[in-house]
């Protein structure tokens, strides 16, 4: 199959949903403030995972910056690289502490309406502890 041409951004474009503000109300800044609860599984200074509310396969945790980024668009348009690579490198040590990385994960992270993004601070989901299936449903 050919992928479809990409129509180049045109320059100092801004990010589509880099200019959405940040709601400190959504409910992983309130789990970052220890106002709700979460399971744990992996912290450190940039990062914070735990396990997902509505698990969707035996492993299914969630990996999310401590700063206040809207989503996927959002980090990767505003985090310093610092935070950037702290964040790639804390999804690969949970992955590998969760014991997945040999048998094999998915890792997704919904960005806007069309993903059906639900809450507002950007996530990576990692799913794993079974045969995962296709991406995405065929239609
Ligand atoms: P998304 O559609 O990518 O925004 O997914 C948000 C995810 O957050 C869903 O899988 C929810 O089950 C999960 N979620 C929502 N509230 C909580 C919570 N309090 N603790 C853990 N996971 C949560």
Redesign the pocket.
Known sequence: MRAKAVPALPKNSPAPAANVAYDRNN?FAR?LRGE?P?QKVYEDEHVLA?????PQAPVHV?VIPKGEYVSFDDFAAKAPATEQAAFVAAVGKVARQLGVAESGFRILA?HGADA????PHF?V?IFGGKRLGRMLPRE
Do not use: P, S, T, Y
């Open positions: 409910v789990i709700i979460c735990f396990n997902d509310i509505r969630l919904n059906n993004q639900e809450v996530h989901h």
